[in-house]
């Protein structure tokens, strides 16, 4: 169906998409200009958030974009499957968490853990995604002029030549943002109803969970583990390493993590690290996974396994017609430019590899986006702000304390609990978000800790575990990385919004004016 | 007594200060290195942030300060009577909130209102404050090494001599930093038992409101009042012209404002615009008021009134010794190196006047103290962030959108939900504190907006309502009022953590490459 020029509202895209989700609809969605013909500056196959946000940055700059998406909407597996569901999940993990910790305090009643339903909140998210979907499909629509062909799978025939819904369209350039999906561990029964991925989880879910193992200790593990556990589902993670020990270009610091860990602990959610599953077990369906730990074989009782073991890139609608470079693991090969080895081809988002986040995936399709339009963009991705969640929001940027002490000479810090205190022997940190365990639970209020090379006096690294401190983690980056850097003086002299989540500017007006800079 | 050298844990000087606050120890406690002496760089009347921010700074600078303080604490009524407390019951205005939105569904039981006590969250409250203040004399005793005598009535007799604990101690510089209390409005029934204020409602609540009327239209009168309503229990604001409007340097943004008010009505928190209270009711204690209103006058039952009506300075301890001017509400006139009229005195806090803010108490504190280490230092707090809680945390900064079209010729602004949409429209935005809201109740999720001068593409203005955006107002008030300003061009070019709180980073990245910058 051909919906250009329609004007369509929010409600009217939020109809169309269920529909086509449903299968009522079974035919493409075209919103293409057809006064213009059929060839573009730039076709975006895939309209995930590399597709969406070149394609929206192209016609900014004054080009003609088409997006084409199987799915029926752009936004990707973002609002889908993953990070939209997952921060949900977390916002429930928190209030699930405290609904726990405070009950028969306050106005608090017992807590009931059959009352939590991990499949409720599934079901929950199913029933209403599509509402940011159409967010997406109207704003690209209607804000940003962005053409598109979406319920409909994309066949690139050369470089230059796309195929969908019964049409070709020809590009000057051609921008490769199809995504990636779970890679399977290969292990024996993981195949068995009752595994799922982070994708089939939300999508096949039908029955409750009652014993879960979560494979892997990434921090998309870690994240699910740790919603499970909150709702008070008996939950165990197999890790091959120490969980968050993987991680990306920036690495936990070692007392961030270790608080992480240890709240993880406190909550009962079982850590078994160093650890392997060699089966799942079951003959129907899932009973359960045979694990090899340190102390010897195991087996532990599950009927619901999430792998959590990896990602692979999406490649099928491209890999016959196009000679592209991959990499070891079967990514695509890109330079700072997002120039795959073929002349006019570029890739972006997922496809490229990990880290499989939001800003990269925006970043490196806005990225393609300029090089085509003429303007010489690059974008490296090896300094990153990073974050996960538990029950806490866990963020950090720049250097570990240990990656500091290796680079300087004299390597201050400023943490909030003190320096050999540990949580619990003081109230605070305290903020939005942990006043209420602040006067019951001190213990859980958070940790931070502010690490400086006391010679150049510059903030070298930040690390928070606590609520309301991300935001602001996107701009500290953005300070901390300039190549003038943020001194401890420059942070001190800011104003603060007091309480603040983050104590830093509070804590480095106590220390800004000391010649000599102390640890605190 | 004398702890000086003591080393004292959190824990001791918490059973310290509850032995002093209860009257136990009657005596001052003195940190003072007697073998020093009794001269000091600067004695600091006031222990509240103002005093001692500013005394670790001119420690820091090498200074050697003294605080007297006439709580067993540092610290000041922040954690007394102020921010902590109305941190505190603001999050659980916010859990109340959605206790009472989501109840029914999920895990969330039906809402007791009989259940959610002011009273048990002021002795929660109550019971536990002198867990921080704990902290801080800890932490300025071993971390930051200030002499203080606290518990103590100081008595300034000379712009060089203070007397405390039946000591006399000699100073190069005074610093003035004795806060403010309530100011009474001077209404007939105003000293009846049930009319409390900010302080001696943390003071002195020994009953649970059932009906309860707020004077005054400021933040303070708002935020509590917010609170009262999220318990369930019935209140009504009266103020003389509408609801934060006053405001200080930084005013409201007319839809964030239509926002903030459109969501109190919403949970039926009962708004008196351009109403005055010409009585308080009640013979033993109040019963009720008596408020002309633009309709006619009006009586409102009421067990228990709270003045939001302004402040005023506590002078007592130095206005006879020291020949000081002052400003027409009382408050002690400075220059922007806070000096007062008199060679060598300084004053610093809520002493100065309005805004009563952490950040201005902090660093008008350590302005003072830098000045008088030589380092000539100036401080003007007129270019501030600011924000306040409903069960909303609300942010700004920068220029209102009228502000900046009467200041600029293009002004475009990018707004969520977007611009001509109603809350509701869209599930967006959405973030950690919203999500459960995206997914039950779209119109609750928050509003935000980004004002731009097209011509020079700077960001000159910033407005949220939501969760978890305060933290990050601090550093983008920083970027947009550097000399240099921040362009929507660098702001789209930085790194987010998705899903973000503000929606700013991303939002930009959609426009910032827009030759001819266009509102969304």
């Known amino acids: 169906m051909d919906v250009y020029g329609s004007e369509m509202s929010i409600a009217g895209w939020r109809r169309l998409i269920d529909e086509a989700y449903s299968g009522e609809l079974g035919e493409p969605i075209l919103n293409v200009d057809e006064a213009r013909g059929s060839h573009f500056d730039a076709i975006f196959v895939g309209g995930g958030s590399a597709g969406r946000f070149g394609a929206a940055v192209l016609r900014s700059l004054g080009g003609r974009p088409l997006v084409v998406e199987r799915w029926p909407f752009l936004g990707g597996s973002c609002p889908h499957q993953a990070c939209v569901p997952h921060h949900l999940f977390s916002e429930a993990a928190r209030e699930l968490d405290q609904a726990q910790a405070l009950q028969g305090r306050l106005w608090y009643p017992k807590f009931d853990p059959t009352a939590a339903s991990v499949l409720e909140l599934v079901e929950l998210f199913r029933s209403q995604r599509s509402g940011p979907h159409a967010h997406m499909n109207w704003q690209s629509a209607q804000q940003l002029d962005i053409e598109s062909v979406v319920n409909a799978e994309a066949a690139v025939r050369d470089a230059r030549t796309v195929c969908a819904a019964g049409r070709t369209f020809t590009t000057d350039a051609l921008v490769l943002a199809t995504g990636a999906r779970t890679a399977m561990p290969g292990i024996e029964g993981e195949t068995l109803p009752g595994v ?134 079967g990514f695509v090969v890109v330079d700072s430019r997002m120039r795959t080895n073929i002349d006019g081809v570029y890739a972006a988002g997922d496809l490229i590899g990990p880290p499989l986040e939001m800003f990269k995936s925006r970043r490196s399709g806005t990225t393609a986006a300029r090089n085509i339009m003429g303007i010489a963009a690059e974008f490296h991705y090896d300094d990153i702000p990073d974050f996960l969640h538990t029950t806490y929001e866990v963020t950090w940027a720049g250097l570990t304390e240990r990656q500091a002490r290796e680079r300087y000479d004299r390597v201050v810090t400023i943490q909030v609990p003190p320096l050999g205190m540990a949580p619990g022997d003081t109230p605070l940190p305290m903020a939005e978000g942990s006043m209420l365990y602040g006067f019951t639970f001190p213990e859980r209020t958070g940790y931070q800790k502010c690490v400086i090379d006391a010679d150049s006096r510059r903030i070298v690294g930040i690390h928070h575990a606590g609520y309301g401190a991300k935001d602001a983690f996107q701009y500290l980056h953005h300070l901390i990385s300039r190549p003038e850097g943020l001194t401890i003086d420059q942070l001190g002299d800011m104003n603060e919004l007091y309480i603040s989540s983050d104590y830093f500017i509070g804590y480095a007006r106590l220390r800004a004016n000391q010649a000599d800079l102390t640890s605190m």
Not at 257 to 265: D, I, K, L, P, T
Not at 285 to 307: C, H, K, S
Request: aromatic letters at 8%; zero cysteines; proline letters at 4%.
């Open 196 to 329: 799922f991925d982070y994708a089939s989880f939300i999508e096949d879910l039908d029955y409750e969970p009652r014993k879960i193992v979560v494979i892997g200790g990434s921090k998309v593990a870690v994240e699910y583990a740790s919603f499970y556990r909150a709702t008070g589902t008996p939950t165990t993670v197999v890790s091959r390493a120490e969980v968050l020990t993987s991680g990306g270009p920036a690495l936990m610091d070692d007392d961030l993590r270790g608080f992480v860990v240890e709240q993880m602990h406190s909550r009962d959610l079982e850590l078994l690290e160093h650890s392997v599953v060699t089966r799942i077990l079951g003959e129907e369906r899932v009973e359960g996974v045979e694990v090899q730990t340190p102390a010897g074989r195991r087996v532990i009782d599950a009927d619901f396994v999430l792998l959590g073991t990896g990602e692979r890139p999406n490649t099928a609608s491209f890999a016959a017609a196009l000679p592209l470079t991959y990499d070891e693991r």
